[in-house]
């Protein structure tokens, strides 16, 4: 039978692989079950499906159809809960001496259930879809021999180190369990096989993981300090992390930008110098008129409507010196000499406090 199904084509194997003409209907391919619940002729006797978390006749023809076009003994497909439950599961029903190792970000309680019996220290974590502060019922914490508390760093620059050396783009909760794999792996002094998975895509993390002014934001990329207002501005203009426009660009232009980047205000460069500052309140104040059509506003150049009376700080000076600049409603325009550093805000200002505690 195995000889039968690997001399089909590819296409074919995906179709049939695995599975049966569907009984009531006759279809080839296994029907989509949407349903999250089967009848029962009594409490406990059912026809092999009770819950679609713990076992549903479309993930049982993926399993299949995955395990065959894999070269596989067994596949498997997991909702949400259940995948290291589903699959402790099932190592143990065949007998399996695996160790079941869970992959938990520091600042879910679910590790210290597994090594201490009690719920760990609950706190926030950056890692996306993956943690918890409390046990899903889907879960059989029994099942799990151990678990690691990964931080946020460790997390995210492994999966940063998956794209660099094996062009394997992953998400942050991949990044937590492949840290946690090679934690368990160096902690052996045998020869052993280890088995995780990359489970999600950081094709939805690049303005995150894979964004460097976003790690810096939340603390958790690495940065020379200079101990002066450059410290507080994690998108500098002379590495090209600002967004910028030029005094003849259309506000048109110079809004999708702001809209883009999701900021409020756009310095704006001309022949490498900083000649002004655009932010909504300017395009509002352009905006306000009937002279003159929509089409006609946005038409404009930023050079009508940008503020050049800019609130400029030098580097060198010290933090003290934003607090008037904030209390002006401005954000601190920082330079070196003529040089054009970056931007400040109040945000800035309190996250870095935060992050220098």
Request: net charge negative; proline share 4%.
């Given at each position: 039978?195995a000889?039968?199904?690997?001399?089909q084509?590819?296409?074919?194997?995906?179709i049939?692989?695995g599975?049966?003409?569907?009984?009531t209907?006759?279809?080839?391919?296994?029907?989509?079950?949407?349903?999250?619940?089967?009848?029962?002729?009594?409490?406990?006797?059912?026809?092999?499906?009770?819950?679609?978390?713990?076992?549903?006749?479309?993930?049982?023809?993926?399993?299949?159809?995955?395990?065959?076009?894999e070269?596989?003994?067994?596949?498997?497909?997991?909702?949400?809960g259940?995948?290291?439950?589903?699959?402790?599961?099932?190592?143990?029903?065949?007998?399996?001496?695996?160790?079941?190792?869970l992959?938990d970000?520091?600042?879910?309680?679910?590790?210290?259930?597994?090594?201490?019996?009690?719920?760990?220290?609950?706190?926030?974590?950056?890692?996306?879809?993956i943690?918890?502060?409390?046990?899903p019922?889907?879960?059989?914490m029994?099942?799990?021999?151990?678990?690691?508390?990964?931080?946020?760093?460790?997390?995210?620059?492994?999966?940063?180190?998956?794209?660099?050396?094996?062009?394997?783009?992953?998400?942050?909760?991949?990044?937590?369990?492949?840290?946690?794999?090679?934690?368990?792996?160096?902690?052996?002094?045998?020869?052993?096989?280890?088995?995780?998975?990359?489970?999600?895509?950081?094709?939805?993390?690049?303005s995150?993981?894979?964004?460097?002014?976003?790690?810096?934001?939340q603390?958790?990329?690495?940065?020379?300090?200079?101990?002066?207002?450059?410290?507080?501005?994690?998108?500098?203009?002379?590495?090209?992390?600002?967004v910028?426009?030029?005094?003849?660009?259309?506000?048109?232009t110079?809004?999708?930008?702001?809209?883009?980047?999701?900021?409020s205000?756009?310095?704006?460069?001309?022949?490498?110098?900083?000649?002004?500052?655009?932010?909504?309140?300017?395009?509002?104040?352009?905006m306000?008129?009937?002279?003159i059509?929509?089409?006609?506003?946005?038409?404009?150049?930023?050079?009508?409507?940008?503020?050049?009376?800019?609130?400029?700080?030098?580097?060198?000076?010290?933090?003290?010196?934003?607090i008037?600049?904030?209390?002006?409603?401005?954000?601190?325009?920082?330079?070196?000499?003529?040089?054009?550093?970056?931007?400040?805000?109040?945000?800035?200002?309190?996250?870095?406090?935060?992050?220098?505690?």
């Open positions: 039978m000889d039968k199904k690997n001399s084509g590819f296409s074919t194997r995906a049939h692989a599975q049966h003409p569907d009984p209907t006759g279809a080839v391919m296994t029907p989509i079950y949407a349903t999250s619940t089967y009848a029962q002729e009594s409490p406990g006797v059912n026809k092999g499906y009770e819950y679609a978390r713990g076992k549903n006749p479309t993930r049982e023809a993926f399993e299949a159809c995955i395990a065959d076009l070269g596989g003994t067994h596949g498997f497909g997991f909702g949400s259940m995948a290291i439950t589903g699959t402790a599961r099932f190592l143990k029903s065949v007998g399996s001496n695996a160790q079941i190792i992959a970000p520091v600042g879910s309680t679910l590790a210290g259930i597994v090594n201490e019996g009690v719920p760990g220290p609950d706190g926030s974590y950056t890692v996306e879809g943690g918890q502060n409390f046990v019922d889907t879960a059989d029994s099942l799990i021999d151990k678990a690691y508390s990964i931080p946020d760093a460790e997390a995210i620059a492994t999966a940063r180190e998956l794209l660099l050396k094996e062009g394997i783009l992953a998400g942050s909760s991949s990044g937590t369990l492949i840290a946690t794999a090679l934690r368990w792996c160096r902690e052996q002094t045998e020869p052993k096989t280890c088995v995780t998975f990359v489970c999600d895509t950081g094709a939805k993390y690049l995150k993981v894979y964004n460097d002014a976003w790690l810096a934001d603390g958790l990329g690495e940065r020379e300090l200079h101990g002066d207002l450059s410290d507080l501005i994690n998108r500098k203009y002379e590495r090209g992390d600002v910028v426009a030029g005094p003849g660009d259309t506000l048109d110079a809004f999708k930008r702001m809209k883009g980047a999701d900021v205000q756009l310095p704006i460069i001309e022949d490498g110098r900083l000649v002004g500052i655009l932010d909504e309140s300017d395009l509002v104040h352009v306000n008129t009937d002279e059509t929509r089409k006609e506003r946005f038409a404009k150049p930023v050079a009508d409507a940008m503020t050049r009376d800019l609130d400029t700080l030098q580097v060198k000076e010290p933090l003290d010196a934003l008037p600049v904030f209390d002006r409603d401005r954000v601190a325009i920082v330079l070196d000499g003529e040089k054009f550093v970056g931007l400040i805000t109040r945000t800035d200002l309190i996250n870095h406090l935060s992050l220098n505690r």
